[in-house]
């Protein structure tokens, strides 16, 4: 094995028992659902980091792979009568699929003009949920979706679809650290610095820009159909504009091309507005107020204000040892 393997290895691990921890910390069961939550948007902002962060390729409709593949599975487990896994199967082929036709023209454009492609894409397909009532409910969305039971085993309890949600986080983790380390992983970063220099190099451009598309609405598209066997209901109104806003916000916030930092920034998204619910009627203020100050004092989100504070701490250790060891000899 590779040493970056049992590295990445090592952190998953170490992911897992954290994430594993964290109900025991908590004051009562209600919290177990945020925490649920919260590795659902932590799943799609890990796809997104690697196509924005990585890749540096911006999507604004990744709300809609989201919402296809919990649709899909919905409609395939609840009117078709098909198995769970056979319906989680199809949603997350389903936002795969409908990836790849709209990167292969999209992926063409750059910067501004693909964000306004997908854009557009993550409308339209909100509009089709909106409008196809006899498919999706319409407005009032879809209900009756089982809850999720893999293997003869029925996540019944919040408790236990968290650790599933949590294990399935923390594979996509892994697989986002061993790819980040790889052949394509430079590959991507090389994109990201210059598609031109890339190019130049003897990367696939289009190849490597429609992989990292796909994959990352695979990973929105596995957050989906853990969302709709959870709550047991999906609705457009989870899938729009500003989900897909909100989205970028946690993988900017959490810090650029970092995967622990993408997955910091979708659980303080996930949570802070839980924690701001005593506030009532000004809670939307000081939620925007707080956004504002974390990118005026943390430009390069969490992870690089948590790396510059490790730092920090790292020279102040090294000097206050340094003091000690020339007192000591004085």
Known sequence: MKPWYARNAAKAVLLALALGAAPFVLPNEYYINILILG?????????????????????????????????????????????IPVGMGLGVSLSALVAWLIGMPTLRLRGNYLAMATLGFGIIVHIVMNETVEVTGGPSGFVGIPRLALFGYAFDSDRSYYYFTAAVLALAALLSLNLIDSRLGRALRAIHTSERAAQTAGVDIAGYKLFVFVLSAVFAGVAGVLYAHFLSFVAPSSF??????????????????????????????????????????VDILIYGAILVACVMYMPMGMAGASAGAWRRIGRWRRGSSGQGEGGHAG
Not at 72 to 79: L, N
Not at 263 to 278: D, W
């Open 240 to 281: 729009g504009f500003h989900f897909s806003v909100q989205l970028v916000v946690m993988v900017v916030l959490g810090g650029m091309a970092s995967v622990w930092g993408s997955m910091a920034g979708a659980f303080f998204l996930t949570a802070l507005p839980e924690a701001l619910r005593g506030f009532e009627e």
């Open 39 to 83: 590795a659902i948007n932590a799943l799609i902002a890990l796809g997104l980091n690697l196509l924005l962060g990585y890749a540096g390729q911006i999507s604004l409709g990744h709300a809609a792979f989201f919402g296809l593949s919990a649709y899909a599975t919905a409609y395939a487990t609840t009117r078709l009568g098909l198995p």
